[in-house]
């Protein structure tokens, strides 16, 4: 999934579905973002089949992006997260 500013790639999510559990790896060009881009990112990953159902999600982000992290927390209940070097790691119940 991708999102796009006057066509140049900005920001994706990749998703994959293993069983009860759905990766997200999220990814962001650095830079000035459109408000409201990143939340865009993932209320579209959220939208996707595979996580209308109750399930467990493991995603990946850059550490310190507030706007992904807190997009995660509107969809998921009882969040986990921890720091990988310049990643954070976060473990979740999808909110259905």
Not at 44 to 69: I, S, Y
Request: contains cysteine; glycine residues 10%; aromatic residues 2%.
């Amino acid at each position: 999934m991708l999102v796009e500013d006057d066509g140049h790639p900005i920001a994706h999510v990749d998703v994959s579905g293993h069983g009860a559990v759905v990766d997200l790896r999220f990814s962001v060009n650095a830079g000035h973002l459109a408000v409201g881009a990143r939340r865009l990112l993932v209320d579209a990953a959220f939208d996707l089949p595979l996580l209308k159902e109750p399930r467990l999600v493991h995603a990946t982000l850059p550490l310190g992006d507030v706007d992904l992290l807190t997009g995660l927390r509107s969809h998921c209940t009882h969040l986990d997260t921890r720091a990988a070097g310049a990643t954070c790691l976060v473990e979740g119940d999808v909110s259905r």
